[in-house]
Nanobody
Framework: QVQLVESGGGLVQAGGSLRLSCAAS????????MGWYRQAPGKQRELVAT???????NYADSVKGRFTISRDNAKNTMYVQMNTLKPEDTAVYYC????????????WGQGTQVTVSS
């Protein structure tokens, strides 16, 4: 059974920092592209950042220079360090795991709330 469990969300003032974690089980973590997505009230879910199995990273323009995605394959865990947070970063943040070699697998976590107060 695949599980992606996010943690680290909470309430922070604008300009502050948070680090989210995503602990994965039931998958060969090192083979998956991992990602963070977010969904604000009334908006569609959007990409925040991804990190490939080889460690290549990709960021949404809105978070470049402020967020850093990383992974620890030994711990089956992905992280995102979020600095200089803005009220517009307020959203539910979701962990995603994707594998697309011959067959495609796509898994989501349950989400963790991040609220940035002005």
């Amino acid at each position: 059974q695949v599980q992606l469990v996010e943690s680290g969300g909470g309430l922070v003032q604008a300009g502050g920092s948070l680090r989210l974690s995503c602990a994965a089980s039931g998958i060969i973590f090192s083979m998956y592209t991992m990602g963070w997505y977010r969904q604000a009230p009334g908006k569609q879910r959007e990409l925040v950042a991804t990190i490939s199995s080889g460690g290549s990273t990709n960021y949404a323009d809105s978070v470049k220079g402020r967020f850093t995605i990383s992974r620890d394959n030994a711990k089956n865990t992905m992280y995102v360090q979020m600095n200089t947070l803005k009220p517009e970063d307020t959203a539910v943040y979701y962990c995603n795991a994707q594998y697309s070699q011959v067959v495609r697998y796509n898994y989501w976590g349950q989400g963790t709330q991040v609220t940035v107060s002005s």
